[in-house]
């Protein structure tokens, strides 16, 4: 009896191994960007933990499979083609970067698999629309627009850019440009960056000599912060302003001394907003984990819960088509005090825009 119990089990112990719902992430786990990548999938992973320990979607529980891509975008495009074909994900979620992102467009089309919240805002995502591609934050070059129509709006008119030497930091001049079109005067300078190793030496004597009031630098964590660093041993008080890319408590830790003060663009409301209904739904389940919620977080956060909507509506054996058909048919779904929306001709998602600045306290303050 026991032999035939236990050769049942067996029998079926290959459906029950793949009743989970695989879902696929690749991100600079480590690199320039490790710290608000984390920030990000722990969002993420408050709300898909707290589905799971619920049973799941549909009875089947969301497995979240990461993978680290050192922010590289060749390495990046192989991870994504591992977890589509070898790990058959049903999606990819959370990938982080915009050359990353446009290099795995081909994988989505070539399988059919939807790119659900890809942590970036690049405007090549949205326009002309993607197909498999379900944004759910704003555009960097909205976010750029925003910034210098802030500082414009204070009086601020010699204004530098610096922008990362790829995709996104061109993604983000572009804003910046519309920005200052509309106010009517041009950057005192645009300095093109390394993406990944800037040269202060070089990119520094130019944004002093033009005597910049603030500068615009559009880069990643790290090399932002050393960029700040760098500003501020050179003497020079310019404001600086960066984009939601840097929204996380893990650049503020690397300005270190030099984080009071600096501005940084959000696509979600105040972190700490009692007004919105997934803040303090975030709040209390990341209180017993002892988490302070951060603008990165509540990007994954936000994301997570369009996740697992689109599974529910997918149905109880959801496929990749069924999940995409499901997700082009979400219409004002409200996460909690923000409407998320798709279309055929629409993949943005959310539209929210604001700014913040970084607090004596090390807290970004609205």
């Known amino acids: 009896m026991k032999k035939s119990l236990i050769a049942a089990i067996a029998a079926f112990a290959p459906l029950w191994a793949t009743a989970q719902i695989l879902i696929g992430q690749t991100a600079g786990f480590s690199g320039t960007v490790a710290a608000g990548v984390k920030e990000t999938t722990d969002g993420a992973k408050l709300w898909i933990d707290s589905i799971n320990a619920k049973g799941g ?9 990461s993978m680290d891509d050192k922010f590289d975008p060749k390495i990046a495009k192989e991870n994504a083609k591992v977890l589509i074909e070898e790990k058959n994900v049903l999606a990819l979620f959370l990938n982080r970067g915009t050359p990353h992102a446009e290099g795995i467009l081909p994988l989505l089309d070539q399988h059919g698999v939807a790119l659900i919240a890809p942590s970036t805002g690049a405007m090549s995502l949205h326009s002309p629309v993607k197909k498999y591609v379900f944004n759910v934050r704003a555009t960097y070059q909205r976010e750029a627009e925003k910034a210098v129509t802030h500082l414009h709006t204070m009086g601020v008119t010699r204004i530098a850019v610096v922008h990362a030497d790829d995709s996104f930091g061109a993604d983000g001049l572009e804003g910046a440009k519309k920005g200052f079109q509309k106010a009517g005067f041009e950057p005192v300078s645009i300095v093109k960056a390394d993406r990944l190793k800037p040269d202060y030496a070089a990119i520094i004597p130019v944004i002093t000599k033009a005597e910049s009031q603030a500068v615009l630098w559009i880069g990643s964590g790290t090399t932002v ?3 700040v660093k760098a500003l501020r041993a050179a003497k020079s008080a310019a404001q600086v302003v960066t984009l939601s890319n840097n929204a996380s408590g893990g650049f503020i830790k690397n300005l270190g001394d030099q984080a009071r003060g600096v501005i940084v ?6 972190e700490r907003s009692y007004a919105y ?20 977080m509540l990007e994954g956060y936000a ?6 909507e689109g599974l529910r509506r997918a149905g109880a054996n959801p496929t990749r088509a069924k999940l995409v058909t499901a997700l082009e048919g979400m219409k004002n779904f409200d996460i909690g005090g923000l409407e998320v929306s798709y279309g055929p001709d629409d993949r943005t998602g959310l539209d929210f825009a604001d700014l913040s600045i970084i607090g004596q306290d090390g807290k970004f303050k609205r």
């Open 303 to 308: 994301a997570a819960k369009v996740l697992v």
């Open 57 to 65: 979607v549909h009875g089947q529980k969301i497995e979240l499979i």
């Open 225 to 227: 912060a050393d960029g």
């Open 277 to 296: 209904g997934f803040i303090k739904e975030a709040m209390a389940l990341a209180k017993p984990k002892n988490m302070e919620l951060s603008p990165a």
């Open 265 to 270: 663009t959000q696509v979600f409301p105040y």
